[in-house]
């Protein structure tokens, strides 16, 4: 099956620093990945679209100068969160789809990344 | 977002089949319905998914209402593995990769 993994698992960082997640699928290439976070006993809220190449489509109410997003490759998406805060302490989970003309909308998702900020 | 509706939560004895319902009568026909579940601080994994017809996996069945409005998640021996958030979920409409988007769920737990 497809795998997806990401770095670090979890992450502790004072306030007002910056940190970086990186999501990869491991065996096979994805020209799209999506990042979601998770706040304590809440479900999945989507973030963004990571499309290779080109720029995230950021959902609503997501600030795109503080949740920096990359796709410099096929196989490899980041998230920056930039001058971290208390509240931006959360489960942030990354996807990756297969190509379109595979298994229609299959998403493949990482085992999530752990960040507190003090 | 196409909506879809599950129970907050349910419960079941170990051993014994589980049905988890989902309610998503705005449907498209073209919509596939997937079911993803997460165990504790995990990311999500894929249960099955399906347009039509009932399908079966390793994992579990998933039936599908003849109008598609709902469908249910059949766990044929629940075991204490299972306890999980299940989600059912439709994709976003519109072109290209379009994103799952996850609502509250059904927290599955089970009993030994």
């Known amino acids: 099956g497809a795998v997806v993994s990401q770095h670090p698992s979890w992450v502790i960082c004072k306030s007002g620093t910056s940190v970086k997640i990186e999501c990869r699928s491991l065996?096979?290439?994805?020209?799209?990945m999506f990042w979601y976070r998770q706040f304590p006993k809440q479900s999945l809220m989507l973030m963004a679209t990571?499309?290779?190449?080109?720029?995230?489509?950021?959902e609503q109410g997501v600030e795109k100068d503080k949740f920096l997003i990359n796709h410099a490759s096929l196989t490899l998406s980041t998230l920056t969160v930039t001058s971290a805060h208390p509240e931006d302490s959360s489960f942030y989970i990354c996807s990756a789809r297969l190509p379109l003309g595979t298994r229609r909308n299959e998403q493949f998702f990482g085992p999530g990344t752990r960040l507190t900020v003090l | 977002d196409a909506k879809t509706t599950q129970p907050n939560s349910m419960e079941s004895n170990e051993e014994e089949p589980v049905h988890l319902p989902c309610n998503h009568s705005t449907i498209s026909g073209t919509d596939y319905i997937h079911w993803y579940r997460q165990l504790p601080s995990q990311g999500p994994e894929y249960v099955i998914h399906?347009?039509?017809s009932n399908v079966n996996n390793r994992m579990a069945s998933l039936a599908i209402a003849e109008d598609r409005k709902s469908s249910t998640l059949i766990l044929h021996r629940a075991t204490l593995r299972d306890a999980a958030v299940y989600y059912c979920i439709l994709p976003r409409s519109g072109p290209g990769n379009t994103p799952l988007v996850f609502g509250k769920g059904t927290r599955l737990s089970v009993i030994a």
């Open positions: 990571s499309n290779e190449g080109s720029k995230a489509t950021y």
């Open positions: 399906g347009l039509t």
């Open positions: 065996d096979f290439q994805a020209t799209t």
